[in-house]
């Protein structure tokens, strides 16, 4: 099946369009069949409303199951209210059990109760209910292949065969490496499926299989499983229960729609927006609403934080009007605070998140960032001493101008490394309160600092 380019895509979401326009759903539904389950998500969203549920009621229940498999949250919990409780449930049994349990965990109480009774395979979805949707078991799928530890290369490869001929118009998914149990269920080992197909025939499983196996519990929270399978390069991770029976297995698709969505969420937190729910909204998606109440609470608090800045230009107005040239430094000393605390804090973030760095490494990440403040302070304020002096101001303006950008730069860099690092220490996203709120409190600062300087070095201060 092969794949389109954005370009292609759009011109293929204004034929569906004109078709269903036409009242040519068959037609429509036919064009969409013919795209790859994650382009069909794609153009399905794009989609008015509307017209989406009306695309999607003439799907037959294969295709909407892939459909709905690809689809964003949001707009699949959408659609799936929409549609009669008996389809959406012969839907839900030809999705992966994660993805069914996805979809359920966003719809209703009494409606997820009804579809379960519904469900023909029910069994394998209703595990899943139990976790919250950001741990390992709230990602793994309950489909998978073990294998016990007694049975032989012969009987293994002969239940591939039959597992991969059970339905010749579907693709079986079979794994790279197979995981191995015992009677009770238990978690023993894995097998790389190259080592099985070239293993000489008789060969217990047992005897070949690796006992070191990687694996987490139900309760690992998903950035934890996405560092661990990231660090050991798995293609998917096992997942135990608390007697270490393998209950599922976490795949490298989940992973990647997790390491999404939290990239999302930090860029949002560092522009000062509050994450939920447009993380997990397609831009065009996103209500008016919903884009206003994400932003007006972070706007407001960095509105009251910014008079901080006026309160310190108040408090040396006196000296503002004796040296008017110093006004004209405000900008540049600022700006120069933001734009490297916003470098640090972003260094010292992503060295949180790759677990580099551990809040009770602080003084030693303020180190290493101090030092290099050091260098930028010196090198920085330099410059700033010259440009002062080609805009001909008075020498002790130009050394409070650059003398300020110095020390700026060292505390931009120790607030910028300290206040992630306690934010962490704490259980608080460092995102939330790194972005915006950050730059305000060292602009505000930096003011005060430069002020000080000034008095210190200009003599008619």
Same mark, same amino acid.
């Given at each position: 099946m092969p794949t389109h380019t954005a370009e292609a895509l759009d011109r293929i979401t204004r034929e569906v369009r004109d078709l269903i326009r036409q009242g040519h759903y068959t037609a429509a539904a036919d064009r969409l069949r013919e795209l790859h389950p994650a382009d069909r998500a794609e153009v399905v969203t794009r989609l008015p409303a509307q017209e989406r549920e009306d695309l999607v009621a003439h799907l037959d229940v294969e295709t909407a199951a892939e459909l709905f498999e690809e689809l964003d949250e949001e707009v699949a919990a959408d659609l799936a209210d929409d549609i009669h409780p008996e389809r959406l449930a012969d839907i839900l049994d030809e999705m992966e059990p994660d993805d069914a349990a996805d979809l359920l965990g966003d719809l209703p109480p009494d409606l997820v109760e009804m579809l379960l009774a519904e469900m023909e395979d029910s069994a394998e979805v209703v595990p899943l209910l139990q976790y919250p949707d950001e741990t390992a078991g709230g990602l793994m799928t309950t489909a998978f292949v073990a294998l016990q530890e007694d049975a032989t290369v012969d009987d293994v490869i002969a239940f591939l065969r039959i597992l991969r001929q059970q339905d010749e118009d579907e693709d079986v998914d079979i794994p790279f490496y197979l995981f191995v149990i015992d009677d009770q269920q238990h978690l023993v080992g894995v097998v790389d499926l190259r080592e099985l197909v070239s293993a000489p025939p008789g060969t217990r499983i047992a005897d070949l299989m690796d006992p070191q196996v990687i694996a987490v519990d139900a309760w690992t929270d998903q950035e934890e499983v996405a560092r661990i399978m990231k660090k050991y390069d798995l293609a998917a991770v096992p997942v135990t229960d608390e007697e270490k029976r393998l209950i599922g297995v976490v795949t490298y698709d989940d992973i990647m729609h997790v390491l999404e969505e939290e990239a999302s969420e930090d860029i949002l937190h560092l522009g000062g927006v509050e994450s939920e729910p447009l993380a997990e909204k397609p831009y065009w998606e996103q209500k008016l609403v919903e884009v206003f109440r994400s932003r007006f609470p972070w706007l407001l608090l960095l509105f009251v934080a910014g008079s901080y800045t006026g309160s310190v230009l108040r408090m040396f107005d006196a000296e503002l009007r004796q040296v008017i040239s110093l006004s004209i430094f405000i900008p540049l000393i600022i700006g120069t605070g933001g734009n490297v605390g916003s470098q640090t804090v972003a260094t010292v973030i992503r060295a949180l998140v790759l677990k580099e760095v551990r809040p009770r490494d602080a003084l030693r990440a303020w180190w290493r960032e101090?030092? !290099?403040? @050091? @260098?930028?302070?010196?090198? %920085?304020?330099? %410059?700033? +001493?010259?440009?002062?002096?080609?805009?001909?101001?008075?020498?002790? !303006?130009?050394?409070?101008?650059? @003398? #300020? %950008? +110095?020390? !700026? %730069? @060292?505390?931009?860099? #120790? !607030?910028? #490394? +300290?206040?992630?690092?306690a934010a962490s220490a704490l259980g608080i996203d460092p995102t939330h309160i790194s972005g915006p709120l950050m730059s305000t409190l060292i602009d505000g600062t930096g003011l005060l600092i430069y002020f000080l300087i000034a008095r210190a070095v200009i003599p008619e201060l």
């Amino acid at each position: 099946m092969p794949t389109h380019t954005a370009e292609a895509l759009d011109r293929i979401t204004r034929e569906v369009r004109d078709l269903i326009r036409q009242g040519h759903y068959t037609a429509a539904a036919d064009r969409l069949r013919e795209l790859h389950p994650a382009d069909r998500a794609e153009v399905v969203t794009r989609l008015p409303a509307q017209e989406r549920e009306d695309l999607v009621a003439h799907l037959d229940v294969e295709t909407a199951a892939e459909l709905f498999e690809e689809l964003d949250e949001e707009v699949a919990a959408d659609l799936a209210d929409d549609i009669h409780p008996e389809r959406l449930a012969d839907i839900l049994d030809e999705m992966e059990p994660d993805d069914a349990a996805d979809l359920l965990g966003d719809l209703p109480p009494d409606l997820v109760e009804m579809l379960l009774a519904e469900m023909e395979d029910s069994a394998e979805v209703v595990p899943l209910l139990q976790y919250p949707d950001e741990t390992a078991g709230g990602l793994m799928t309950t489909a998978f292949v073990a294998l016990q530890e007694d049975a032989t290369v012969d009987d293994v490869i002969a239940f591939l065969r039959i597992l991969r001929q059970q339905d010749e118009d579907e693709d079986v998914d079979i794994p790279f490496y197979l995981f191995v149990i015992d009677d009770q269920q238990h978690l023993v080992g894995v097998v790389d499926l190259r080592e099985l197909v070239s293993a000489p025939p008789g060969t217990r499983i047992a005897d070949l299989m690796d006992p070191q196996v990687i694996a987490v519990d139900a309760w690992t929270d998903q950035e934890e499983v996405a560092r661990i399978m990231k660090k050991y390069d798995l293609a998917a991770v096992p997942v135990t229960d608390e007697e270490k029976r393998l209950i599922g297995v976490v795949t490298y698709d989940d992973i990647m729609h997790v390491l999404e969505e939290e990239a999302s969420e930090d860029i949002l937190h560092l522009g000062g927006v509050e994450s939920e729910p447009l993380a997990e909204k397609p831009y065009w998606e996103q209500k008016l609403v919903e884009v206003f109440r994400s932003r007006f609470p972070w706007l407001l608090l960095l509105f009251v934080a910014g008079s901080y800045t006026g309160s310190v230009l108040r408090m040396f107005d006196a000296e503002l009007r004796q040296v008017i040239s110093l006004s004209i430094f405000i900008p540049l000393i600022i700006g120069t605070g933001g734009n490297v605390g916003s470098q640090t804090v972003a260094t010292v973030i992503r060295a949180l998140v790759l677990k580099e760095v551990r809040p009770r490494d602080a003084l030693r990440a303020w180190w290493r960032e101090v030092r !290099v403040a @050091l @260098l930028l302070g010196v090198a %920085i304020g330099a %410059i700033g +001493f010259l440009r002062a002096e080609l805009w001909g101001v008075d020498a002790h !303006v130009a050394w409070a101008v650059s @003398l #300020t %950008i +110095f020390a !700026v %730069i @060292l505390w931009a860099s #120790t !607030v910028a #490394t +300290f206040v992630p690092l306690a934010a962490s220490a704490l259980g608080i996203d460092p995102t939330h309160i790194s972005g915006p709120l950050m730059s305000t409190l060292i602009d505000g600062t930096g003011l005060l600092i430069y002020f000080l300087i000034a008095r210190a070095v200009i003599p008619e201060l």
